[in-house]
C-alpha cells in the first residue's frame, strides 16, 4: 500500500523560504492526489494546498495564496510543497496524504478524503 514520507521541514526566519517534499513509495503516484495538511500545537489540522493526480489541478488555502506552491514529478515519486515570505502563524507539523482518483480533483477542506499520511515534519518560524 502506499506510503509517503515529509523531508525539508526546519527552523526559518519570518520572511524566509522553505521546500518541503512527500516522497511516495508503494503504489503509482501518477493514480494520486496529494494534499498538504498542516497541524499547530492546539489547533485542528488544517488544508494547505493540494495537487491533483496528474498535476492539472491545484487548491490552496486564503491564508497561503500567494505565497506557497505545489508541484510534483510522478517519475520521481515526490511531491513538493514550496513556502515563501514564511509567517509565524506558519509554524505548524506538515502532513501529505494522498487519495487514490480517478478524476483530475483534490481538496482541501477534509482530511477524511485522504486513506494515507506521511507522520509529519515540523515547521518552525520564528526569529
Known amino acids: 500500500q502506499a506510503q509517503l514520507v515529509e523531508s525539508g521541514g526546519g527552523l526559518v526566519q519570518p520572511g524566509g523560504s522553505l521546500k518541503l517534499s512527500c516522497t511516495f513509495s508503494?503504489?503509482?503516484?501518477?493514480?494520486?492526489?496529494i494534499a498538504w495538511f498542516r497541524q499547530a500545537p492546539g489547533k485542528e489540522r488544517e488544508g494547505v494546498a493540494c495537487?491533483?493526480?496528474?498535476?492539472?489541478?491545484?487548491r490552496f488555502a486564503e491564508s497561503v495564496k500567494g505565497r506557497f506552491s505545489v508541484d510534483r514529478d510522478n517519475t520521481k515519486g515526490t511531491v513538493f510543497l514550496q513556502m515563501n515570505n514564511l509567517k509565524p502563524e506558519d509554524t505548524a507539523v506538515y502532513f501529505c496524504?494522498?487519495?487514490?482518483?480517478?478524476?483530475?480533483?483534490?481538496?482541501?477542506?477534509?482530511?477524511?478524503?485522504?486513506?494515507?499520511w506521511g507522520p509529519g515534519t515540523q515547521v518552525t518560524v520564528a526569529s
Open positions: 496524504a494522498a487519495i487514490l482518483k480517478f478524476d483530475e480533483i483534490c481538496i482541501i477542506y477534509t482530511t477524511s478524503e485522504y486513506f494515507f
Open positions: 508503494g503504489d503509482h503516484l501518477k493514480h494520486y492526489a
Open positions: 495537487i491533483s493526480k496528474g498535476g492539472i489541478s491545484t
